[in-house]
T-cell receptor
Framework: GEDVEQSLFLSVREGDSSVINCTYT??????LYWYKQEPGAGLQLLTY?????DMKQDQRLTVLLNKKDKHLSLRIADTQTGDSAIYFC???????????FGKGNQVVVIP | KAGVTQTPRYLIKTRGQQVTLSCSPI?????VSWYQQTPGQGLQFLFE???????NKGNFPGRFSGRQFSNSRSEMNVSTLELGDSALYLC????????????FGEGSRLTVL
């Protein structure tokens, strides 16, 4: 099956940039996603990138995709306390609505 | 418009019992999928329903089942509960034909004692 790996924890000072990394095994995915989960809540789609793109910028978010290395990253510029959450990398696996998720990366923003 | 609604939000059961969880998707969304979230295993796909038919199924035992009604609302059932079934069960809906963007509910937290 699809294997999606993420580092588990990141601590960052408010105003600094955060970078979350993800590696995956299946290279056939058309889209790759970043989801955010705040405490006590479900998951919210943050952004996604098409597999034929190398980079996508969306306000404070920058997604980089290295297909050769099967590596996806999410950069959050000017990190705010509201960015404290768990961030999941996800790819479709055996169906568009069947996503394989990484274990999540908890980001703690220090004021 | 209203988001994905899951009920109940919290419930406690004992081993051997069974449980039914409900999910109302966003209006117009015909696909409903279910995920189990645990600290150890993370998010794991349970199944997906579209137009009242199970379209995809994850690697869970037969104790886990689901269905979808004509109004797209979905239920999942877990029979003969085990301690390891304690988890957050998340439902997600989506519009068919899009990028596969899933809209998640807040989940039903099940504790099995």
């Amino acid at each position: 099956g699809e294997d999606v790996e993420q580092s588990l924890f990141l601590s960052v000072r408010e105003g600094d940039s955060s970078v979350i990394n993800c590696t995956y095994t299946d290279s056939s995915s058309t889209y790759l996603y970043w989801y955010k989960q705040e405490p006590g809540a479900g998951l919210q789609l943050l952004t996604y990138i098409f597999s034929n793109m190398d980079m996508k910028q969306d306000q404070r978010l920058t997604v980089l995709l290295n297909k050769k290395d099967k590596h996806l990253s999410l950069r959050i510029a000017d990190t705010q306390t509201g960015d404290s959450a768990i961030y999941f990398c996800a790819l479709p696996h055996e169906g568009n609505n069947r996503l394989a998720f990484g274990k999540g990366n908890q980001v703690v923003v220090i004021p | 418009k209203a988001g994905v609604t899951q009920t109940p939000r919290y419930l406690i059961k004992t081993r051997g019992q069974q449980v039914t969880l409900s999910c109302s998707p966003i209006s117009g969304h015909r696909s409903v999928s279910w995920y189990q979230q645990t600290p150890g295993q993370g998010l794991q796909f349970l199944f997906e329903y579209f137009s009242e038919t199970q379209r995809n199924k994850g690697n869970f035992p037969g104790r886990f089942s689901g269905r979808q009604f004509s109004n797209s609302r979905s239920e999942m059932n877990v029979s003969t509960l085990e301690l390891g079934d304690s988890a957050l069960y998340l439902c997600a809906s989506s519009v068919e034909g899009t990028s596969g963007e899933l809209f998640f509910g807040e989940g039903s937290r099940l504790t099995v004692l």
